[in-house]
Every structure is written in structure tokens, then in C-alpha cells.
């Protein structure tokens, strides 16, 4: 795969996002609808003879189980197809910052952040366990927290039906599948897995939220996976002592060995977690020092594109223009914006970037950023000219929207 390829004669390839043991994501262009996406890709000549079966099987799934869970909390799928000897799963692109980075870069999250992150993962897993779907592989290199503060789960790939049949014919290698950093002691031991199991690994991510490491620690994958079964609980206040006793309790039960011993449900925990989350999601965008990143998680390797000259991008973004495609010029000087650039280029780009969401007919963004250009440009001056276009583009977008008159 490389930047510019067509699959299925709709999407475009922009740029790599990740990459797994048997698969790629990458960024892309839905020509179509004029909207991003991400592309993410089974690459069957890289998996054992022996294993393809099984895997296509589970990419497939993954289309499908993620698909029907009709929630904030996960990636909308787009379609599903062929492309040559792979699969693909075109998806919506998620921008934001992935969880794993986030805690390497702060160590420990305040109370309330971590307590907010672990409240909208319970929503997903709600929805989730009410259609019958474990994830069975909960890991902080899975869960994205996008720009808006809203928690995505992602890769639902070894998600498991709760019925022992299908589990059979997709655990058919004889593998235990999770991340044994945050599995449960039944799925270690190789047992039928529930939505307890969920709960036991938003427990060990919780934990490690809160401390800058998980519940356990081994030198191997095997000897993880003792700990997990054998290992005592450990106590989080032994290692933060402003953790709230009610929060420390939940905790532990979370992280109990029987399942039978934890919540009885996604929906109890996340009410359980509601009083420790206050402000947390303002608090935790506003503090963040990572860039966002857009991420359909193939892996735990991020690619940002390519660093190109402004006058190159500009170039570009004209010519994205004059082919209609609005959406995926206003995604390049996002990314432009985002990667910062001298103040006296941010005005035409943000004025470009205003105009391109009107030209989408995405009123509601372009008002909003039509009315910050405005504000900016009359507080520092200078713009007469286009500070009143600003103001009248923005009047145009809230007559579109059927909003009144700012005055």
C-alpha cells in the first residue's frame, strides 16, 4: 500500500496511521461522500496458511459487531470489501489522543479525568454486553479520546458472542486472545468469557490511570498471566493516597479473581464512577500537551503525514478545491493548523478552512469558525476587510441554520 492508491475505486490513501502483526491502517479519502476516513486492512499474504482462515473470519466480524453497536463511543463502519488478496474496513477516521500515550506522557491522570475516561467506557460496554458482545480486549492503546472529550473504543476484533459456539470457530488455534496486561484471570486460564472479563480489564486500565502502571507486572507473557490468576489485588491507595476510599473499593472489586465477586454490570459501574468524574473531560483536554492523532488502531504506531512546504500545501488545497473535494482540503490545513505555523499565515489559512466548511455545507462548523476568526481579527486589528466578510459569512451560515441574528 502507499499514499495515493484507490481501493474499490471510492477511497483514496493519504497517509499511514498504524501497523499490526497482520494489518494496516491508514488515512484516506471517501471520493464519493467527500469525507475522511480510515482505512484499515487484513493483509492475508502475511498470516500463516494455518491462521487465515480463522482471521478472516475475525476481520469480518469485526466489520459487522462493530457496525451494529449504535453508539458515540465507537467508530462507525462504512463498508467492507476486497481490495485484491486483503480486506478492508473503511470506518470513520477518529482524531484525537490514544489513552497509552496519554498516561506515558503524564504518568498519573487526576482523579476526576481518570474517573471520566472509565465512566464512558462503561457506556460503551453497556451497549456492547446488552447486544450480547464482550470486547475481550480492553487496553489503553484502544481507547482514543477525540478533540470534543468523547471516549472512542476501538478494535472490536476478538469481541466474542456470548455463546459457546461461536466462541469454538474463532478461538479454533488454540490461542488465548487479549492483551495480558489487562486480561482476565478466567480468559488467562483459558474459560469462557462474560462481561465481567470487560470490567476486569477497565479495572486494570482504571489502575493505571491512576498510578502510571497496571495491577501487574511479569517478564513474560506467561508469567503475566499467573499474576493475573494468583497474584493478590493491589490496594491503589498503597500507591496514591488521594485516591477516595468509595473509588479505591471499586477498584478492588473490578480486579476480583471471581467473576462472580465483581459488578454486575458495565451500566452499575459507570454510575458508581459518575460522582469522581466532576470536570474531568474539560480538565483532561485543556491540560493535554499531546498532539492529536488520527488512529484506527492496527498497532501502537502512530505516522503523522509527510512535512511538505506551505506554499506546496496551499497548492494543494487549491486544487482539492477545484475538484469539489472541501472536506479534504479543510482536513489538510487542520493538520497544517495543528502542526503550528506563524501567526500572519494562521488568518488565510483559517479564513480558507471557514470557507471550505461553507462550501461543504457544514454550516454549523463554519459559523464557529467564521465567528473565532472574527473575534481574533477585531481584537488584533489590521483586517477590516475581512474581519466584515467574516461577520457576513457567519450571519449567512446562522440563516442556514435557522438561528437568530447575532445582532
Not at 476526576?112 to 489503553?140: C, F, G, Y
Not at 472489586?253 to 462472580?260: E, H, I, M, V, W
Amino acid at each position: 500500500m502507499q499514499a495515493g492508491d484507490r481501493i474499490a475505486d471510492r477511497y483514496e490513501l493519504t497517509y499511514p496511521i498504524g501497523r499490526g502483526g497482520m494489518g494496516q491502517v491508514w488515512a484516506g479519502y471517501d471520493e464519493r461522500l467527500d469525507r475522511p476516513v480510515a482505512v484499515k486492512f487484513l493483509r492475508t499474504s502475511e498470516v500463516p496458511e494455518d491462521e487465515r482462515e480463522v482471521a478472516v473470519k475475525r476481520f469480518r466480524r469485526e466489520a459487522r459487531v462493530t457496525a451494529r453497536l449504535d453508539h458515540p463511543g465507537v467508530p462507525v463502519i462504512h463498508d467492507l470489501g476486497r481490495h485484491h488478496d486483503d480486506l478492508y474496513i473503511a470506518m470513520q477516521l477518529v482524531r484525537g489522543y490514544q489513552l497509552a500515550d496519554l498516561v506515558a506522557e503524564r504518568d498519573r491522570l487526576p482523579v476526576a479525568e481518570a474517573a471520566s475516561i472509565a465512566a464512558q467506557v462503561t457506556s460503551v460496554l453497556e451497549t456492547a454486553h446488552a447486544a450480547s458482545l464482550v470486547h475481550r480486549d480492553l487496553k489503553p492503546q484502544n481507547l482514543m479520546i477525540t478533540p470534543s472529550g468523547v471516549v472512542k473504543v476501538l478494535d472490536f476484533g476478538v469481541a466474542a458472542l456470548l455463546g459457546p459456539a461461536e466462541q469454538s470457530r474463532l478461538t479454533a488455534t488454540g490461542q488465548t486472545l487479549g492483551t495480558p496486561a489487562y486480561i482476565a484471570p478466567e480468559q488467562a486460564a483459558g474459560a469462557p468469557v462474560g462481561p465481567a472479563a470487560d470490567l476486569y480489564a477497565l479495572g486494570c486500565i482504571l489502575f493505571e490511570m491512576l498510578t502510571g502502571v497496571p495491577p501487574f507486572e511479569a517478564g513474560s507473557s506467561l508469567e503475566m498471566l499467573h499474576r493475573h490468576m494468583r497474584s493478590p489485588i493491589p490496594i491503589v491507595t498503597e500507591y496514591r493516597a488521594d485516591v477516595p476510599d468509595d473509588l479505591a473499593h471499586l477498584l478492588f472489586c473490578l480486579l476480583a479473581k471471581d467473576p462472580s465477586d465483581r459488578p454486575a454490570s458495565a451500566g452499575e459501574v459507570g454510575q458508581l464512577l459518575v460522582p469522581f468524574a466532576g470536570e474531568g473531560r474539560v480538565a483532561l483536554l485543556d491540560a493535554c500537551g499531546i498532539e492529536p492523532v488520527a488512529a484506527a488502531s492496527a498497532g501502537s504506531v502512530v505516522a503523522q503525514p509527510s512535512t511538505r512546504t506551505l506554499a506546496d500545501v496551499r497548492s494543494q488545497i487549491g486544487e482539492l478545491a477545484e475538484q469539489e473535494r472541501f472536506v479534504q482540503a479543510a482536513e489538510l490545513i487542520e493538520g497544517v493548523l495543528a502542526a503550528g505555523t506563524a501567526v500572519e499565515e494562521q488568518v488565510p489559512l483559517r479564513y480558507d478552512l471557514a470557507n471550505l466548511h461553507l462550501l461543504a455545507g457544514d454550516y454549523r462548523q463554519a459559523r464557529q469558525a467564521f465567528e473565532d476568526l472574527a473575534k481574533d481579527l477585531n481584537r488584533v486589528g489590521g483586517y477590516p476587510d475581512l474581519l466584515e466578510d467574516c461577520r457576513n459569512n457567519a450571519a449567512v451560515c446562522r440563516a442556514e441554520l435557522g438561528e437568530p441574528s447575532s445582532g
